[in-house]
């Protein structure tokens, strides 16, 4: 029972270089978001997507880009990492985000990406 | 815009104690407020989800109330062991924008240590 699956756990890149976070469930699940998470800060909403093909913009989306082909998969890309991108970056699922249907969040164990 | 605060924001007590975790938000039209763990390293794992209409949530030790009217959650833990020693957050979810969608809102987390 995998749940949400992240890769990779830790990242060092050059300021500039581009690269893309990995996020997969297997639970079938319609609702999948990307956070960051800084020191004082909290948790931050990145993007989200409500199903495969729908994507929307949350609190921080600048310097990311997002896109769902598939219900399992939500990647995450830096297209020039900046050292403001510094941080520890989750993603997290839920069977539907409406937020009727109460269902909670689970989240994969994070990426540590340090920009130098 | 939806602020979520956590007091205390470190919290050290001895083993056995009761204690509680306090969450305050300041918009009152919250779909539910969800309370997680976050183990060093790793990500969040849900707790307790409160809807909005229910006052109380119990899990174990763990009880978790709310008062929308008053923009409060807490989070009682009975009798309290090492085991427990973690960051403890709370998030309120919101509708995204005038969607059918939620948007959690996170506050920064309460460290606790119990000691034994």
């Known amino acids: 029972n995998a749940g949400v699956t992240q890769t990779p756990k830790f990242q060092v890149l050059k300021t500039g270089q581009s690269m893309t976070l990995q996020c997969a469930q297997d639970m079938n699940h319609e609702y999948m978001s990307w956070y960051r998470q800084d020191p004082g800060m909290g948790l931050r909403l990145i993007h989200y997507?409500?199903?495969?093909?729908?994507?929307d913009q949350g609190e921080v989306p600048n310097g990311y880009n997002v896109s769902r082909s598939t219900t399992e998969d939500f990647p995450l890309r830096l297209l020039s990492a900046a050292p403001s991108q510094t941080s520890v970056y989750f993603c997290a699922s839920s069977l539907t985000g409406k937020y009727s249907s109460n269902q909670p969040q689970h989240f994969g164990d994070g990426t540590r990406l340090s920009i130098l | 815009k939806q602020e979520v605060t956590q007091i205390p924001a470190a919290l050290s007590v001895p083993e056995g104690e009761n204690l509680v975790l306090n969450c305050s938000f300041t918009?009152?039209?919250?779909?539910?407020l969800q309370w997680f763990r976050q183990d060093p390293g790793k990500g969040l794992t849900s707790l307790l989800l409160i809807q909005s209409s229910q006052r109380e949530q119990t899990s174990g030790r763990l009880n978790a109330s709310l008062d929308k009217s008053s923009g409060r959650s807490t989070l009682y833990i009975a009798a309290s062991q090492p085991g427990d020693s973690a960051t403890y957050l709370c998030a309120a979810l919101t509708n995204a924008g005038g969607t059918s969608y939620g948007k959690l809102t996170f506050g920064q987390g309460t460290i606790l240590t119990v000691h034994p």
């Open positions: 997507s409500v199903g495969a093909g729908i994507t």
């Open positions: 918009d009152s039209a919250i779909y539910n």
